[in-house]
RNA sequence: GUGGACGUAGCUCAGUGGUAGAGCCCCGGGUUGUGGUCCCGGCCGUCGUGGGUUCGAUCCCCAUCGUCCACCCCA
């Protein structure tokens, strides 16, 4: 009378012990880079009101569109599992009174939720690292900020992905260009496929980014985004562009690169892969200069990005760097009762000394032949061994298991710690090797 | 939301119009207290679900759900 299974919900996915340690990898890589470029963790809510991502992301984008996880909580009020990170973090820099001349460098990771049709690197759940830069008009926070990310993928160990570049102008130059694109694209309203007659009222812009091969003759003939844009922001791209070649980091300049989200602002950069199939971008971001004022805060610049965890685990699945299976260092194994009830507090004890150590005491009892294959499979290199005869002396059995790591040896039970400690201290490196 | 492919043991997969198998995993044994190799044995499935065709379906048909991939969108 087995109950029917409750299945995941889908686009939503467990991570099991086995892909941990690459996550780990990316989140301490994540600690470390952030902090040595000044950055600190914020944490924002998962939840937020609707209308902060409608007001920040674009009413008429797509992710504000179909794919938010909207609800109306028991209090009645409207509610979004959040889509992206940014509104969050600026919402919560002006809700906490952090604006007043200050400037901030912010991190945060975690969840984000899109209602998508699932694929390969989409999902439904999926987590981003989120970077922003507020109050600064860069350029050189621009660089800065993408030399970052430049350091992240050599930090780990990822290659081949290309940096796209462009600039959108600012908010006046932008809806300038836009009159002029839409426009030409009316007088070839003809030619339009059927996504793009629907953005050529709500984003224009996007049509510019059309993968369809029979829009490309029709894109090259519309007016360039480059050439419409305002004498400052052009400085501004101008001046990064000289910065990003003095840290030697490439880029390709993508006069068609758009941001789906609404609030970019001149500088926009992507970072793409070929190795993922159609989900390419691994890490985009941009400036948000008006989006400070437009969520009610005084007018501050800002640039930010945020990079898909899932990506760059699954890019880093394809590169060499597999991270070793997690082991036990210590795994005590008792026959009998007395033996079985002493091997607790010895492993407490052996924990306390030993911190940093892992130490697996058998749990569930089992002949010797049971206790020792699940030793090896702990992967530990050093067993102790409690039996009923060494328990009335007060010693215990210390068993290395692995090719030539030495062979057993009793030691007192008094001082079992240091006996472990000394041991590993006498295995050539690489044995039992603590991680940091 | 649209399209395509695929759903058989925990995992990877075979297979047949007469209600199923392999390998791995797991458990036990190979001298009373010593693992990893080897040998022997054992456990495991409503063949995704519902309906139809048929004497009979895991196999054929339809629907449905799920997964994956692509469009779209984006990290």
Redesign the pocket.
Known sequence: M?A?TI???????DLLPAEAPRWQFLERVTRELLHAYGYDEMRVPVVEHTDLFKRAIGEY???VE??MYSFTDKGGEALTLRP?A?AGMVRAVISNGMLRGARHKLWCVGP?F???????????Q???IDVEAIGFAGPDIDAELIALTAAFWRRLGIGRVTLHLNSLGTAEARRAYREHLTGYLRAHRGDLDE??L??LEG?PL??L????PAMQALIAGAPSLPEHLDAESRAHFVELQAMLQALGIGFELNPRL????DYYSRTVF???TEA??????????GRYDGLVTQLGGEATPAIG???????VVALLEQGAAAPPAVAADVFL?A??EAAARAMLPLAEALRGALPGRRIEANLGG????????????SG??L?L???????TRGVA?L?????GAGA?QEISLATAATAVARWFDDQPCGVGEQRP
């Open positions: 087995s029917v299945a995941p919900v889908k686009g939503m996915n984008t797509d992710v179909k794919e992206e940014t984000m899109r209602h998508e049709k699932p694929q390969k690197g989409r999902f439904r999926f987590h981003q996504d793009s629907r953005r984003n996007r049509i980014d059309s993968k369809n758009v941001r789906g989200l992507e970072w793409t993922l199939g159609a989900q390419d971008a691994v890490c985009s971001g990005f945020a990079m898909g965890m899932e990506r194994v026959q009998g089992g002949n010797f032949k049971a206790q020792f294959r699940r030793a090896d499979r530990a290199p067993a061994v409690l039996g009923e005869d060494e328990l059995q068993k290395p298991l692995r090719e057993p």
